[in-house]
Structure formats: C-alpha cells, structure tokens
C-alpha cells in the first residue's frame, strides 16, 4: 500500500522519486525506496533503485562482474599449433 512520494529533480534529465509503501495492507513495516530517474526519449525511466540494501545496478553489476571473472578462469588457450596448422 503506498503511503508516500516525493519527487526532486536533481537536472533537467534526473531526478530522484523516494516511495514509502507497505507491502501487504495491514503490515506495520514501511518500506522506502529511492527511484533514479533519467529522462530518456522525452520520458522518464528508472535508471537505479536504492534502498537500505543498496544499490539495485550496482549488485547486479557486481554479481555480473563475479560471473564473468568465473567464467574467465574457465577459458583455456588454445595451443599454436592447432591455430596456425596448415593442410
């Protein structure tokens, strides 16, 4: 159930929505989020969500991050000779 909203704009194309909600109607326990909000396209989307966890992007970015380091370690080099082999 949305309780509040509280919209500034930091720029002509950011701005910051603070959203406060419960999750169920008769939960006691309020939620707040901060919306980053990019204009893109003359409309405005969400770019990031910030809570008291963190960063939405930046966990996403860092668990991308960790896949692509695993998955580095897993390359092997090919060997020059079957590269570079002639028939």
């Known amino acids: ?3 509040s909203v509280a919209i500034t704009q930091t720029d002509a194309d950011h701005a910051d ?7 169920f109607k008769d939960d006691k326990e309020k939620t707040t989020q901060t919306l980053k ?3 893109e396209n003359g409309r405005w989307v ?3 969500i910030v809570s008291n ?3 939405v992007l930046q966990a996403v970015n860092s668990e991308n991050e960790k896949t692509l380091a695993a ?3 897993l390359q ?3 060997p020059e000779a079957l590269c570079c082999r002639t028939l």
């Open 17 to 23: 929505a603070v959203v406060r909600f419960r999750i």
């Open 53 to 55: 966890h963190g960063s």
């Open 46 to 48: 969400i770019d990031d």
């Open 71 to 73: 998955l580095a370690s």
């Open 1 to 3: 159930m949305l309780e």
């Open 76 to 78: 092997k080099e090919q």
């Open 37 to 39: 909000m990019v204009a």
